[in-house]
């Protein structure tokens, strides 16, 4: 079997997309895209349209480009000014990594939820302040 060392292939395979071009995602409408995520962690350099949470995930300059959603112009301008620069690219992909792995590593989303459960128990054994104070008979 050609792929029977499966770690080797799978950094062929990185290699290969980080030689290759960046990551395009243009989107009308958005919430959170898991493939620039995922982009970001395989070290490619993203570029996407501004919609939803994406300028959240990307920081525009370091480790991708975001553009308007629609300027055709804007996106191909980006993309040919990764594709012409190697130097870039590599630099841009390692920024991304560096940021995916901070941001959305497993134990990172297990920290955040984590965090979220203990303020929602902290809320429900507290009373509500507010509903107390505003009934004066007890």
């Known amino acids: 079997d050609d792929h029977a060392d499966e770690p080797a292939h799978r950094g062929q395979h990185r290699r290969l997309q980080q030689e290759l071009a960046p990551d395009v995602l243009a989107p009308r409408s958005e919430g959170a895209p ?25 920081d525009h300059g370091r480790t991708g480009y975001v553009v308007a959603p629609l300027d055709v112009h804007a996106l191909a301008r980006s993309v ?23 941001l959305f590593s497993a134990e990172r989303c297990a920290d955040v939820h984590l965090a979220a459960y203990e303020l929602a128990l902290r809320r429900a054994r507290t009373p509500n302040a507010s509903s107390a104070a505003a009934d004066p008979t007890d």
């Open 80 to 102: 040919l000014r990764l594709l012409n620069d190697e130097e870039q690219r590599r630099r841009f992909g390692w920024h991304g990594r560096a940021r995916a792995l901070k």
């Open 34 to 58: 898991t493939a620039i995520e995922e982009a970001m962690m395989f070290g490619l350099p993203v570029v996407s349209t501004r919609v939803g949470s994406v300028s959240e995930l990307i």
